[in-house]
């Protein structure tokens, strides 16, 4: 395992995740409603159209579900490049980048950045300052993306238990 070559990588899908993330939030901040807190959700259906938000709606499921496909494959060629040549390596090394990118996500860019930027407030609710910076949300949501991240990362390890 080249640590050197992981943490470059790290940073590289840090960066990615950070495009992937804010580029389409601040065109069109309704892409993401699905991971504003509910009671912003609520004042802003209240003046616009519903649109599937729920964790459970198809359409969440869908994004959400690509999502963690092409994770998945990011995953395994980053795990390669790195060296992994086992379950255990190639479960470590995306696991790390999950957690990196996964706590970023909570602490920088949604208790920061989703908590001070008017621009990517959602139309209406740009007055809700109290209910932009719910850090319990947050967090919770954070743990439960380290949850979710075992997916693709066990099934990183196993594809690279099965090609190396």
């Excluded at 496909?69 to 395994?76: E, G, K, P, S, T």
């Excluded at 995306?94 to 990196?100: G, K, P």
């Excluded at 109290?130 to 380290?146: A, P, T």
């Amino acid at each position: 395992m080249n640590y050197t070559i992981l943490a470059v990588e790290t940073v590289v899908m840090v960066v990615a995740f950070t495009g992937m993330i804010m580029i389409p939030l601040l065109k069109d901040p309704v892409w993401w409603i699905h991971d504003y807190p509910e009671d912003i959700q609520e004042k802003y259906f209240e003046t616009h159209e519903r649109i599937p938000s729920k964790m459970t709606d198809r359409t969440v499921i869908l994004k959400k579900g690509f999502a963690l496909l092409l994770a998945l494959i990011f995953m395994v060629v980053l795990a390669v490049l790195a060296g992994a040549d086992s379950f255990l390596t190639g479960f470590l090394s995306t696991y790390f980048i999950w957690f990196v990118i996964n706590w970023y996500d909570c602490f920088f860019l949604d208790w920061v950045l989703f908590a001070n930027i008017k621009k990517i407030r959602l139309p209406g609710t740009e007055h809700m300052d109290k209910e932009y910076h719910q850090k319990k949300y947050h967090f919770v949501r954070g743990l439960i993306g380290m949850v979710l991240g075992l997916l693709p990362c066990l099934a990183t390890g196993v594809i690279v238990m099965l090609i190396a």
